[in-house]
């Protein structure tokens, strides 16, 4: 039975390495920075479009039918496909499932 065991341990030891090293790999913990890296993808889209040229404050809704952007400066033209490609390209989505209606000075959204 030992010579069967060398037999096996000599064919097959490489590749039983590499197992347990990936095993031990598997077990250590990794590090999340929680503090940097928003919660919700809305938080996310909403923290980059907020730091666009021309955009204010910024609320985002994501579903599975569409996003809903409101913010401030989407009354002009350039900022509102800016806006509708940042979006598109983040969710996936068509721009005919992305909605982005203007945030008004009082925290009202208009269309």
Do not use: N
Not at 33 to 38: F, I, V
Request: proline share 3%; glycine share 10%.
């Amino acid at each position: 039975m030992s010579e069967k065991w060398k037999s096996l341990w000599e064919q097959y030891r490489y590749s039983a390495l590499i197992l347990l090293l990936g095993l031990l790999i598997l077990l250590i913990p990794g590090h999340k920075d929680t503090a940097e890296s928003p919660a919700l993808p809305e938080d996310a889209l909403a923290q980059i479009l907020a730091r666009a040229s021309g955009v204010g404050e910024v609320e985002v809704l994501i579903s599975e039918t569409g996003v809903v952007v409101v913010c401030e400066g989407a009354e002009r033209a350039q900022t509102k496909l800016d806006i509708l490609s940042a979006v598109a390209s983040y969710t996936g989505f068509g721009s005919d499932k992305v909605t982005i209606l203007v945030l008004d000075g009082k925290g009202r959204s208009q269309k």
